[in-house]
T-cell receptor, first 116, second 115 residues
Framework: AQTVTQSQPEMSVQEAETVTLSCTYDTSESDYYLFWYKQPPSRQMILVIRQEAYKQQNATENRFSVNFQKAAKSFSLKISDSQLGDAAMYFC?????????????FGEGTQLTVNP | GAGVSQSPRYKVAKRGQDVALRCDPISGHVSLFWYQQALGQGPEFLTY????????KSGLPSDRFFAERPEGSVSTLKIQRTQQEDSAVYLC?????????????FGPGTRLLVL
């Protein structure tokens, strides 16, 4: 079974600064997908960024980018130019590519605070 | 179109009561997932539908939990004889096809409190 670990329960960053959230995972599969989801206090889970394991290039979405290290099974999220609206719980998630309708396996989450 | 919607948003039940939670996926989405999120934790998988077929229910914690999607669109998660440990947020997610690369889009969740 796959597991996802987020070792930082809480992180804080100053507005306009950069912060990196860590995620490691364990799997025996070679093909899979990794995601970062954001969950504000309203609880609507929003997709931030997605990475396909077969792609060597790190995914980027505006101010959000990932550092995907397949051999190390590491998938960190970098938020540049942090904004107050980035404050939320961030979840790292894994999804197998070997079966259709695969479930997401989530980490425990990192609560990000953005200080003005 | 509109996103995934869930109702009710909040539900308070007395221990032993039955509850029904509804999920309206994005129109045309084939795949539908239910997750349970305990306070301060990440969501955990409950069950998966492809159209009306329930293809995976391995995450349902007990036989008190039952889910259906009879016409391949709206889904209902039913919990019988609720217990305090059932208190959690129940999230529904849908994706366009059964294709493995498709992103899951989440609803706002139903917060269930069992007293």
């Amino acid at each position: 079974a796959q597991t996802v670990t987020q070792s930082q329960p809480e992180m804080s960053v100053q507005e306009a600064e950069t912060v990196t959230l860590s995620c490691t995972y364990d799997t025996s599969e070679s093909d899979y997908y990794l995601f970062w989801y954001k969950q504000p206090p309203s609880r609507q889970m929003i997709l931030v960024i997605r990475q396909e394991a077969y792609k060597q290039q790190n995914a980027t979405e505006n101010r959000f980018s990932v550092n995907f290290q397949k051999a190390a099974k590491s998938f960190s999220l970098k938020i540049s130019d942090s904004q107050l609206g980035d404050a939320a719980m961030y979840f790292c998630a894994y999804r197998s590519a070997q079966t259709s309708g695969s479930r997401l396996t989530f980490g425990e989450g990192t609560q990000l605070t953005v200080n003005p | 179109g509109a996103g995934v919607s869930q109702s009710p948003r909040y539900k308070v039940a007395k221990r032993g009561q039955d509850v029904a939670l509804r999920c309206d996926p994005i129109s045309g989405h084939v795949s539908l997932f239910w997750y349970q999120q305990a306070l301060g934790q990440g969501p955990e998988f409950l069950t998966y539908f492809q159209n009306e077929a329930q293809l995976d229910k391995s995450g349902l914690p007990s036989d008190r939990f039952f889910a259906e999607r009879p016409e391949g669109s709206v889904s209902t998660l039913k919990i019988q004889r609720t217990q305090q440990e059932d208190s959690a947020v129940y999230l529904c997610a849908s994706s366009l096809t059964a294709g493995m690369e498709k992103t899951q889009y989440f609803g706002p969740g139903t917060r269930l409190l069992v007293l």
